[in-house]
């Protein structure tokens, strides 16, 4: 079988040598593809000449695909040596193309455009990336770290090599998903990165942390009553997200009919549609399950290779934003996640805050502006 490929390889190109045809390649990662206007809806109050990038990247198993990008400018000239970068790892806001922050902006408008206009009038120009498969062909692997970081990383990339305005200089910030995010992106920045962009540090907020934990109990009757309508969709986005990167698990053979259909609207429905449809059907997750999710064979070793966090690693500093009510994210595993961190000798700031999920984002700008502001000095 090899030596059939081999060969076959080996035909194909000298014939395309032999009649002057190219031979398809993927671009490098982090390659622009193009440049639009962005949507009204995607453009942030008071920033200048914001645009929509394509750009080359990687999804699940590392297959090549494109991405896209929302990037902002702060009014007014750049200083000596580029604006400096601000990579903005957004939350949750669906599967579906149209859910894609780049085409539709953000679920959480008010709070998001309040926070990305504080690093605005600070002075960093913002890289948002959408992460696969939202807004570009493909399906996008929910959580999947690996690919997050990467898509952020060749963002940054995309970003300063097609805007000379833009320093090579830049952090991850982000929230929820995106918490998680810019935490894969802070313990792989320098490694994806390279020598030609200058990583300083990350913050997360409202982090989801060990979800490998209580993915693993998920089963027929389990959890047996209702959750809140946004944790039913976060796990119906992960399910999608491990049908996507493993499709050989057959997730839906763990489903039933009902289970199977709203699997199927997830990957089309942004959040809060999703949710509200949830919420009017009274749907309890245990009753979408046929069977057991721990039949798949080192369930948590292979839920923690995808989305589990890394624990050590970091070579910059991470500031890590947690509200004490959040029920969105289990909030004690985020601290234990800090926990971990700290007694693996880790570059991490955990910072707490009387707020619930959303609340936490905006109040952990009077700490989160410092930290950055030093990670910049």
């Known amino acids: 079988m090899r030596k059939s490929v081999l060969a076959a390889a080996f035909t194909l190109a000298c014939t395309a040598g032999l009649l002057n045809l190219p031979v398809a390649t993927a671009a490098p990662a982090g390659t622009v593809e193009s440049v639009a206007p962005l949507s ?16 080359s990247s990687t999804t699940a198993n590392n297959v090549p695909a494109t991405a896209s990008a929302a ?14 970068v601000i990579a903005w790892a957004h939350g949750t806001v669906g599967l579906g193309d149209n859910c894609a922050y780049s085409v539709a902006g953000p679920g959480a408008v008010e709070r998001d455009w309040a926070y990305l206009g504080t690093w605005l009038q600070q002075g960093y120009a913002i890289v948002a990336a959408d992460y696969a498969g939202l807004g570009t062909p493909g399906e996008h692997p929910y ?9 952020v990383v060749d963002a940054v990339r995309a ?7 833009l320093a ?35 913050v997360g907020t409202g982090v989801p942390a060990y979800i490998e934990d209580i993915l693993t109990p998920l089963g027929p009757g389990i959890p047996p009553v209702k959750l809140s309508p946004h944790s ?22 763990f489903l ?24 009017a059907e009274d749907v309890v997750l245990g009753n979408l399950f046929s069977k057991p999710l721990n039949q798949i064979p080192d369930l948590h070793g292979l839920l923690t290779r995808y989305l589990g966090l890394p624990e050590s690693g970091y070579d910059k500093p991470v500031f890590l934003g947690q509200g004490l009510r959040d029920t969105d994210v289990i909030t004690p595993e985020t601290l234990r996640f800090a926990a971990v961190l700290q007694a ?22 009077r700490d989160s502006v410092p930290f950055v502001r030093g990670l910049f000095g």
Do not use: M
């Open 344 to 365: 693996n000798g880790q570059p991490v700031r955990l910072h707490t805050y009387p707020e619930d999920h959303s609340g936490a984002v905006n109040a952990s700008l």
């Open 168 to 202: 090579k200089k830049w952090v991850v910030v982000g929230q929820s998903q995106g918490g998680g995010a810019a935490v894969y992106t802070a313990r792989y920045a320098t490694e994806f990165g390279g020598p030609e962009l200058d990583y300083r540090g990350a």
């Open 40 to 55: 009204p809806a995607a453009t942030l109050p008071g920033s200048a000449n914001s645009a929509r990038l394509l750009y």
């Open 256 to 279: 039933t009919d009902a289970g199977r259909s709203w699997l199927a609207k997830a990957r089309e429905d942004c959040l809060v549609p999703l949710g509200d449809e949830l919420a």
């Open 232 to 253: 039913t969709g976060y796990t119906l986005y992960i399910l999608n997200g491990l049908r996507t990167t493993y499709p050989e698990l057959n997730i839906e053979s």
């Open 143 to 151: 959580l999947n770290g690996i690919v997050e970081a990467h898509n």
């Open 159 to 165: 970003a300063t090599t097609q805007y000379p305005s």
């Open 71 to 84: 990037v902002y400018f702060p009014p007014g000239e750049p200083p000596a040596g580029g604006w400096p």
